[in-house]
């Protein structure tokens, strides 16, 4: 593609995002399926340049005053993420005269939300609650995530699936704390590899992984994931339960719910029964009271933890969202909650760094249902689960992930035992 055809779509892709009305991965991917004929490369010009706009956006609106012409096409030049020469190829020579004369902007002098390039709401809260531990969170939040890789255990184990990796010259290693993890350097083409085409592995956090391990699900249980969404954390309960018992996804998007079946089918499972609802309060949920054994609640969020792979959410929430948040997930907790029998377990988690997602509201639930709910330390859990390193994922009785400290996304647990 000419330089010029490839910055004009950059600058129309990143005019389509920044209108923030979708989220973004979902506004790239409808971009190129229509623009079927992108190559590889040109796909991940355009979308890796999409997303450094998202992660510094403040940064490069502020050094793009100084320029002429559509602002998305100076956002664009500012942030571009393909080869420099084909760049230049596309620019008049004073607009190359503006992007060396911006380049020699010293930007670690510049203000502190130049720097941070996060809404100046969620800056404060991340900045009273860390510390100096501020700056290492806002650099690991703006660098990009790897990948990560659930090894499927009803098929595979995972010295065999790093086997079958490094036979095609793909390097991998195992995740520190997910006894079913590994991390793949680079981006391979994951769906034309046998492994996966046969369900050997998932795309998975290890964050993720985590709290699915923290379920403890076990062979011929009743189990609920409650927010199921796309079932990444369905099938890891499902292959930790060995295709035995019943395991229910509910949700209430079937859209989500339908993106889960291709994935169901290379899994193998067969125990997993997706089930759409209406809300936490359906009648679905209701005949199931007081019968299961493990109970997920992954519950909706800010999904501020994963700003690494979605940095357009911290311009998309707010504390008016968040708040509204809040009483969704107070909701869908207590419903969940009476499902679980005698001696089952509930897991509320959550994607946020937020307090007021995660430890306030399991605190407030701790509170009011203690007569019938006991808090679990979540290391007692991870234990259980064998999570290496398990005393460096917590604080307090909760487990806490953060994206400087452990290289996941943000992640927040808490886990209760039914009386």
Not at 158 to 172: L, N, T, Y
Not at 243 to 253: C, I, K, M, P
């Amino acid at each position: 593609m000419h330089p010029n055809a490839l910055l004009e779509l950059s600058t129309e892709l990143i005019h389509r995002v920044l209108q923030l009305q979708h989220p973004a991965d979902g506004v790239v991917s409808d971009f190129f399926r229509q623009h079927r004929t992108l190559g590889s490369r040109e796909r991940h010009t355009l979308a890796e340049t999409t997303y450094a706009v998202l992660r510094q956006r403040p940064l490069y609106q502020h050094l793009a005053q100084s320029g002429k012409g559509e602002m998305e096409r100076r956002l664009a030049v500012l942030a571009w993420q393909g080869n420099e020469g084909f760049l230049r190829a596309a620019l008049s020579e004073t607009e190359q005269q503006w992007l060396a004369q911006v380049s020699t902007v010293d930007r670690a002098a510049l203000p502190e939300k130049l720097r941070h390039n996060l809404p100046e709401w969620l800056a404060e809260i991340l900045q009273a609650a860390h510390g100096d531990e501020f700056w290492p969170l806002v650099e690991a939040m703006n660098s990009g995530a790897g990948l990560d890789l659930r090894v499927n255990t009803f098929k595979a184990k995972r010295d065999d699936v790093h086997a079958a990796f490094k036979a095609e010259g793909i390097e991998a290693v195992p995740t520190p704390y997910s006894p079913l993890g590994l991390r793949v350097q680079g981006k391979p083409a994951l769906h034309k590899l046998d492994v996966f085409m046969r369900g050997d592995v998932e795309v998975q956090d290890e964050g993720s992984q985590l709290l699915a391990l923290m379920v403890g699900a076990k062979r011929g249980e009743m189990v609920a994931d409650f927010c199921a969404g796309a079932g990444g954390k369905t099938l890891a309960l499902g292959a930790e339960m060995r295709n035995t018992g019943r395991l229910y996804a509910f949700d209430t998007s079937g859209h989500r719910l339908a993106s889960l079946k291709p994935r169901l089918a290379r899994s193998g499972l067969s125990n997993v029964y997706p089930a759409q609802i209406a809300h936490e309060r359906d009648e679905r949920i209701k005949r199931l009271a007081g019968k299961l054994d493990r109970v997920l609640v992954d519950a909706p969020c800010s999904g501020l933890g994963t700003l690494r792979r979605n940095p357009d959410l911290k311009w998309r929430q707010s504390p008016q969202s968040v708040e509204e948040l809040r009483v969704k997930q107070t909701a869908i907790l207590a419903s969940a909650a009476r499902l679980l029998k005698p001696g089952g377990r509930l897991v509320y988690a959550t994607c946020s760094l937020l307090d007021a997602e995660n430890e306030e509201i399991a605190q407030a639930f701790t509170v009011e249902r203690e007569r019938d709910f006991k808090v679990m330390p979540a290391l007692e859990a991870l234990d259980r689960a064998h999570v290496a390193q398990a005393s460096t994922l917590v604080r307090g009785d909760f487990l806490r992930l953060w994206p400087h400290r452990h290289g996941t996304d943000g992640f927040f647990a808490a886990v209760w035992e039914r009386r």
